[in-house]
T-cell receptor, first 115, second 112 residues
Framework: DAGVTQSPTHLIKTRGQQVTLRCSPKSGHDTVSWYQQALGQGPQFIFQYYEEEERQRGNFPDRFSGHQFPNYSSELNVNALLLGDSALYLC??????????????FGDGTRLSIL | GESVGLHLPTLSVQEGDNSIINCAYSNSASDYFIWYKQESGKGPQFIIDIRSNMDKRQGQRVTVLLNKTVKHLSLQIAATQPGDSAVYFCAETYNQGGKLIFGQGTELSVKP
């Protein structure tokens, strides 16, 4: 039973570039959430996707966008990269159909470094 | 407010001792809580969860206690092992499986 998988594991970009990160949810899960984790801090919620729609969004600018595909996998896109976007980007999946209060399960993240 | 904080609290325990990690959560409307363990270079790993209609829940070697009156959550780890060394985060949510708000995190160090 595969858990949440993310790719790539590491990425180096320069300011102003654009990046796409990918996530495959745990088998049986239909909801995907994205988080940004700066060094030494807890994860911060970016947005959540369910049924291919953005269901909820945190306090991140429009440069951060996403998509969910019919197979429940998801992408996070960040445009016009800034130095402050350097962080670990985490994907978490859960089951919306299993009812409320289902735990989110995390992948190991993509480490994004902006030069 | 939401999780901010640049310096992680640390807890150092001897192997075999019990550990207690505390967390103050922010929103009195939060009704579901989760503890995660994060090892270096990995994502947060689910440990145990608790709903707001409970005040205690036990798992294998772990117990979570919830005190809604003072908005406090604790994680107890029995017979702590070196493999328990990690950063532990509590997380809360108030909108049925949506956004998780993470606490500051506590770094647990287990001495053999």
């Amino acid at each position: 039973d595969a858990g949440v998988t993310q790719s790539p594991t590491h990425l180096i970009k320069t300011r102003g570039q654009q990046v796409t990160l990918r996530c495959s949810p745990k088998s049986g899960h239909d909801t995907v959430s994205w988080y940004q984790q700066a060094l030494g801090q807890g994860p911060q919620f970016i947005f959540q996707y369910y049924e291919e729609e953005e269901r909820q969004r945190g306090n991140f600018p429009d440069r951060f966008s996403g998509h969910q595909f019919p197979n429940y996998s998801s992408e996070l896109n960040v445009n016009a990269l800034l130095l402050g976007d350097s962080a670990l980007y985490l994907c978490a999946s859960s089951s919306g159909r299993a009812g409320r209060d289902q735990p989110q399960h995390f992948g190991d993240g993509t480490r994004l470094s902006i030069l | 407010g939401e999780s901010v904080g640049l310096h992680l609290p640390t807890l150092s325990v001897q192997e075999g001792d019990n550990s207690i990690i505390n967390c103050a959560y922010s929103n009195s409307a939060s009704d579901y809580f989760i503890w995660y363990k994060q090892e270096s270079g990995k994502g947060p790993q689910f440990i145990i969860d608790i709903r707001s209609n409970m005040d205690k829940r036990q798992g294998q070697r772990v117990t979570v206690l919830l005190n809604k009156t003072v908005k406090h959550l604790s994680l107890q780890i029995a017979a702590t092992q070196p493999g328990d060394s990690a950063v532990y985060f509590c997380a809360e949510t108030y909108n049925q499986g949506g956004k998780l708000i993470f606490g500051q995190g506590t770094e647990l160090s287990v001495k053999p």
